[in-house]
C-alpha cells in the first residue's frame, strides 16, 4: 500500500480561475459537492457538509494548513478510524492542490496523503475509496473551470 494517492491534469482555464474555483470556498463547494459553513483561512477550521449524494449530510471538518497565492493550497481534512478493542482515533489526511501554469492553461496535481496512519483494514478501505473520490474531482473540476 502506498500513503498517497496522487491525481493530475491539464485544465485549459487560467491559473486565476482554477485559484479561485479552489480556494473560494463556495466555489469549491460547487464542483466538489459540498456546502461549506466558511471561507478556508490558514490555520482555522473549515466546517460544512457533504452535498454528494453518496455522502449526503455527512460533516466536512478541514484546517486549512497553507495558502500560497495561485500557487499551493492545503488542509487537513479527518478520517475517524478504530481498531478493535481501541478508542476512536482522528486520523489526519493531507491534501495538497498544486498549480503551475501550462501553455495558457493550468496544470493541476492533488495529493491526498496520511493513510498510513489509519489502522488496516480501514485504511486500505479509505485509501481505495478515496482514490475513486478523487479521480471524480478531477472530473469535476475539469467541468466547472473548462465548461
Known sequence: MTDRIEKTTTLKSSIDKVWDAITDHEKFGEWFKVKLYNPFVEGEMTRGHITHPEAEGMVWE???RDIRP???FSFVWYHDAT????APKRCE??????LKPMNGGTH?????S?????P?????TIRTRNDGGWA????????YVDG
Open 83 to 86: 481498531q478493535a478493542g481501541a
Open 136 to 143: 471524480e474531482q478531477i472530473r469535476n473540476i475539469e467541468a
Open 93 to 98: 489526511m493531507l491534501v495538497e492542490f498544486i
Open 114 to 118: 496520511g493513510f498510513d496512519a489509519v
Open 120 to 124: 488496516q483494514p480501514e485504511s486500505e
Open 108 to 112: 493541476l496535481t492533488i495529493i491526498e
Open 62 to 64: 478541514s484546517v486549512t
Open 70 to 72: 495561485k500557487t499551493y
